[in-house]
């Protein structure tokens, strides 16, 4: 038990279909990150959240859309995603004070484009 | 850019030890973590070094060379648990950037 939560730990979708992602954390941090996470890759950093505001875009399609409702919670909007988007998408959250701060990862949502 | 650089797969014997690496060239640094993922499961945060040197947690020590842009996570005494991919990642000091940027991870394979 990581206190980041994620769900649906599975998800297989075709490209025309609209699902979200979602992440909660028990851990009273105010910083939010989605990562993506592909066989043999670096984890590659999407979004980042600090105190609901979005702070860090990283050149992501605009098929993917993130939503900070509150600190402790997290959305990643998918829609008419390709076959490439297929991957494990990590949340993770920190507390955002100072750099030594680690950051708390969830279980990942792997996700399946048909 | 930011480069980080970390052998792709690594097999030690178990109660061996075994020192996995990691280089990194990047614009800025503010720290330096190593992280262990379980296949199926969330990376978990192992050390953070900032300062060169050795830090020692139990059977994992990591050591620090901001000078030569290298950094070494140590694991004595393996435990078949062992068995796992363990992450680079380094917090670059751009302004505003709170992120991690990850190397591509080091499977280790413990055998009997």
């Known amino acids: 038990e990581t206190g980041v939560t994620q769900t649906p730990r599975h998800l297989v979708m075709g490209m025309t279909n609209k699902k979200s992602l979602k992440c909660e954390q028990h851990l009273g941090h105010n910083a939010m990150y989605w990562y993506k996470q592909s066989a043999k890759k670096p984890l590659e950093l999407m979004f980042v959240y600090s105190l609901e505001e979005r702070v860090e875009n990283n050149s992501v399609p605009s098929r993917f859309s993130p939503e900070c409702p509150n600190s402790s919670h997290l959305f990643l909007h998918l829609h008419t995603l390709q076959p490439e988007d297929s991957a494990l998408y990590l949340c993770?959250?920190?507390?955002?004070?100072?750099?030594?701060?680690?950051?708390?990862f969830g279980d990942g949502t792997r996700l399946s484009i048909l | 850019g930011q480069n980080i650089d970390q052998p792709t797969e690594m097999t030690a014997t178990e109660g061996a030890i075994v020192q996995i690496n990691c280089t990194y060239q990047t614009s800025g640094f503010n720290g330096l973590f190593w992280y262990q993922q379980h296949a199926g499961e969330a990376p978990t945060f192992l050390s953070y070094n900032v300062l060169d040197g050795l830090e020692e947690k139990g059977r994992f020590s990591s050591f620090l060379s901001r000078s030569k842009g290298y950094s070494y996570l140590l694991l004595k005494e393996l435990q078949m648990k062992d068995s796992a991919s363990y992450l680079c990642a380094v917090r670059v000091s751009d302004t505003g950037r709170r992120a991690l940027t990850f190397g591509s991870g080091t499977r280790l394979q413990v055998q009997p």
């Open positions: 993770a959250s920190s507390q955002d004070r100072g750099f030594s701060q680690p950051q708390h």
